[in-house]
């Protein structure tokens, strides 16, 4: 009997003990910069400024941005949670050979951006970018919100509350917090989460349309979990399967293409 209460106590100061860790270390478990900060031109990209925001709590962004050419719209482009802007400057190179404006947001804590991630700080830096379009002159009928991974959840909040021509989620999960049950099923994890993406409670108040692109091999954020979000989004909505693909696929020109050709219909060249 005595064993088996020690067993016990033993069990629970070490399930105590890696709840205190995960609760104090979470966001270096859900955010992975990796504080690289090259100029545009460096990657070989002409045209692409590299401007300073400041946002409403003090921090500095980086933003590269390049204008549309002529009427074409502006992609306001919100990357995952791993790796930085420069990591996906072919993508930026992709969008502006289609013509389309390319605004690549540096999240607080990425690249050469001050702070650290947390889902407010990345709300108010979209917030921030989206500002500077219309500040610049951009209607916001001609502002493009492309959210990727992580990046979809500050896409659907900065769209449920601001008018925007069009949105673009790849690969989106319904909520953060629901793909984390997923890993840690032994966790209290709706009580311990910080940064939880709710992504189902907003997407319906969208009225652009929508498009959601999902590879069917996804083991990152699984198919489901898209056409979770889907089903809860209101229209006009498109869904469109990248086939027997995985996360990767976000990475894939093809991928992009396909996206691309949606907005093209909305938007023709």
């Known amino acids: 009997m005595a064993f088996i209460k020690l067993t016990l106590v033993t069990f629970g100061l070490v399930y105590v003990a890696a709840l205190s860790g995960i609760y104090l270390f979470q966001r270096d ?7 690289r900060d090259p100029a545009p031109e460096a990657l070989g990209l002409t045209g692409v400024e590299r ?15 390049a204008p549309p050419a002529g009427n074409r719209p502006v992609i306001l482009f919100l990357q995952g949670n791993a790796g930085e802007i420069a990591d996906r ?17 540096s999240y607080r804590g990425f690249g050469g951006s001050t702070g650290r991630p947390s889902e407010t700080g990345l709300l108010a830096d979209t917030k921030a970018a989206y500002d500077f379009l219309r500040n610049t ?6 502002i493009i919100l492309v959210g ?3 990046g979809t959840g500050p896409a659907v909040q900065t769209a449920a509350r601001h008018p925007v021509g069009a949105v673009v989620l790849e690969a989106p999960y319904s909520a953060a917090v629901d793909i984390a049950r997923r890993a840690y099923r032994w966790l209290p994890v709706g009580l311990l989460m910080r940064d939880q993406y709710r992504s189902r409670d907003h997407i319906a108040r969208i009225r652009a349309p929508l498009l959601i692109l999902h590879g069917e091999n996804d083991d990152v954020i699984p198919i489901g979990f898209g056409k979770r979000l889907f089903k809860a989004a209101s229209d006009p909505k498109t869904f469109l399967s990248l086939g027997p693909t995985g996360h990767d696929a976000l990475f894939d020109p093809d991928t992009w293409a396909k996206e691309v050709a949606f907005l093209d219909q909305l938007f023709p060249p």
């Open 29 to 35: 478990l859900q955010y992975f910069p990796t504080r």
């Open 51 to 65: 401007l300073t925001l400041a946002t409403p709590d003090g921090e500095s962004l980086v933003l590269w941005y």
């Open 89 to 105: 400057a072919d993508r930026l190179a992709f969008y502006r050979s289609r013509g389309f404006g390319a605004a690549f947001l």
């Open 137 to 142: 002159g951009v209607p916001s009928e001609r």
């Open 148 to 150: 990727e991974s992580l």
